[in-house]
């Protein structure tokens, strides 16, 4: 009976003893173990209640679900980047009862009538860094910001990514949260991202952008695309669940009133690519082995993201960035002569002429600076953003903004001449000014003719647009022959009579889009069609009328980069690193050079072999051409 008692005892005293040590190790593994939701593809339109519907269900259902530790926003938010139906997502996503973090898509990258600036302003940045639970968090934009073109990933964002994991030591997990999937085809520099990335510790990429679930590989890495939350084909909105454990990780589709459902996992302790390899593929500079003739006689890597094209007066080369800096570039050899940090990032391309360079900036404020040492001269305010391109004519400087105004500016003073209040949307082309108009497009499926003299609006013209993606807003227009020539995003090439306002003629026979150039002799224009080819119409006569076509072989292109043709040389550039140089009159190639593999915005040619340009991802140049041996 003793040693029954003492037995029971001391199994008490055990049991008691593992329970109290054991219970911190309990605790310790219900802490490791989380789950955080993801919403992606929201799309709120002001013109259609279904995904604002779509959002609030998904957050109400969200928070009647417990432990859900945070939500992660994996961008399009809305239908077209405006302000208004943002900060609308955001007083929806603020009824969560946990934190949210959120990141851009390209709806609100490429259709923003800020810039890009009001998501900061709105959500408080444009990415996202956090810890929880032993796992670091980082979210970035990888949207074509203003320019359709592929994604991308600034050179800034990599860099900060990168230090990031340096201070959180590089075997920290880490889970990296975009809204483009990491791969050829969706963002042009996948490759550098990959390859910054590969040394740490990731264990997953998170997005969306395809509406529908995926379960991929980013040279190697795990890659997951959630289904879009608005309703679908049964309508039934939905979002994605993630359970973290302490050696893995389980994914979810959550439909509003089911069961979650999982469909992929992954481990957090096994290792899924080399950690000191390299991407699977590189883009193709092969071509530039085909022309040796070309050179880049210099190119400066800026490590900053670039959206305008360069401006040029005497010696010296002057560039906006994504950080808001303009920088004036030696001509002759691209070296840094100065910089002038303006409040916010540049998007339009700046012009300068008697010595003073004019640009526009998301800080609402339009800049004139002297050219000598890039002191401010002057600044004129704007009520919304300045993304507008600037044209310069006899000392007057013509720039338009968000605020729906176009502004006529005497660039010694800084004046106002004149500022025409009429647009419905937002102006980033850069103006055409005539003998005496200023024409322009805007993202309100106009184009506007104003009297150059007083602003007084002259016509305007829709051409039957109805959406606002289809507006001519990003083409450069030009003009000869009494007319002024257009292309827009619904694909067609128009003609408009320079004094009516009226079409001469308008064809969808080429696939042209937001591209548009002027011969020398006003007697042609060209445009850049989706696939290959650059095509040449004359400028003469009531009906459209192609002169030649060439192939250039450049596969799919919708990047909004103008032709500029010098000395009988048509110079043209892609959305992937692309600079050709076309014999004006009959379409021959010339030459062509991959700078790299993003945007490179419309280039400036001095003369018929030099040519300036600027790329996304940080690069400005000068390309040279070896003349052509002549003809015996």
Known sequence: MKLNQSYF????????????????????AQQDTFRFAQLTDIHLNPNN????????????????????????????????????TMEKVKSCLDLLKTRYYVILGNHETKWSDSGCTAFGEIFGGERFEFEHKGILFLGFNSGPLMRMAYGHVVPQDIRWMTEEMDKAGRDKPVILVTHYPLMEGDVD???????????????????GHYHANRNLRYDGIPGILMRSNLRDKEGKPGYGIYEVSKDSIKVYTQRIGEPAKEWAAFSLVEPYYNRNGKA?????????????????QWMVQTGVGI?????????????????GILTAYALKNGRKLWSFASGKRIVGTPAASEGIVVFGSADRRIYGLNTKDGSLLW????????LGAVTIDQGTAYIGASDGTLRA??????????????VKGYIETKPLVTEDKVIFGAWDNTLYALNKADGKECWRWTGGLTRMHFSPAAVWPVAAQGKVFITDPQRAMTAIDIQTGNTVW????????????????????????????????????????????????????????????????VFGSTKEGLVFALEARSGKILWKHKIGNSLISTVVPLNGREVLFTATSGEVGLLRAKPAPTQR
């Open 9 to 28: 005892f001391s199994r008490s005293l055990l049991t008691l003893f593992l329970t109290v040590c054991l219970f911190p190790l309990g605790m310790q």
């Open 379 to 386: 600044t004129a305010e704007a009520a919304e953003p300045v």
């Open 280 to 296: 699977d593929k590189y883009p193709d500079f092969s071509v530039n082995k085909d022309y040796p003739q070309v050179k880049e």
């Open 409 to 422: 500016i005497d660039i010694r003073t800084g004046r106002v001449v004149w500022a025409y209040t009429g």
């Open 506 to 569: 308008r064809t969808f026979q080429s696939m042209v889009r937001e591209t548009i150039g002027l011969s020398e002799d006003g007697e042609r224009v060209y445009s850049k069609t989706m696939n290959d080819s650059i095509v040449c119409y004359a400028t003469r006569g009531d009906v459209p009328k192609e002169i030649w076509a060439s192939d250039v072989g450049f596969g799919y292109e919708h990047a909004p980069s103008m032709q500029v043709e010098k000395e009988g040389v």
């Open 49 to 84: 209640p279904n995904p604002t519907e779509d959002l609030l269900r998904s957050i109400a259902q969200i928070n009647a679900t417990d432990s859900i530790d945070f939500v992660l926003v994996t961008g399009d938010l809305t239908e077209e980047g405006d302000r208004t």
């Open 307 to 323: 959206y305008c094209s360069p401006c040029v007066e005497k010696d010296k080369v002057f560039v906006g960035d994504d950080m």
């Open 189 to 207: 520099n996948w490759y550098e991202v990959t390859d910054a990335v590969r040394p740490y510790n990731i264990r997953l990429f998170i997005g």
